[in-house]
């Protein structure tokens, strides 16, 4: 059985005054202000950073779907050009024969 502990806003209020003591004091609130800088200064870079990675992967997506498309390209051309390749050895094939054909009809016999 997992139990979570939660702390009570009571707690949380003596914590933060054992920390920083009396919080109206110049040197406290400074402090407090000092934490809640750097804070927000981390969170700032924090959002940069995943608006970069949005970036990126949208660059990386772009890039694949190029890359998709001209490999389905590249099947059909490929498939074409394996067509035309095979015509092309029947066509020598065809006229071998005939070629062997005639010389047989008019030199041998």
């Known amino acids: 059985v997992l139990v979570a502990a939660v702390a009570s806003p009571s ?3 003596s914590g933060i005054n054992a920390e920083y003591g009396d919080s109206r004091s110049p040197k406290q609130l400074n402090k407090i202000n000092t934490e809640l800088a750097d804070v927000q200064r981390i969170m700032v870079q924090n959002i940069e950073d995943v608006i970069q990675r949005g970036e990126q992967l949208s660059v990386l997506d772009s890039k694949a779907n190029n890359l998709s498309m001209m490999s389905q390209q590249y099947k059909k051309e490929s498939h074409q050009l394996n067509i035309n ?4 050895k029947y066509i020598a094939c065809g006229v071998g024969f005939i070629l062997l054909f005639l010389f047989l009809r008019y030199w041998v016999f």
């Open 85 to 88: 390749a095979q015509q092309w």
């Open 11 to 13: 707690s949380v209020s």
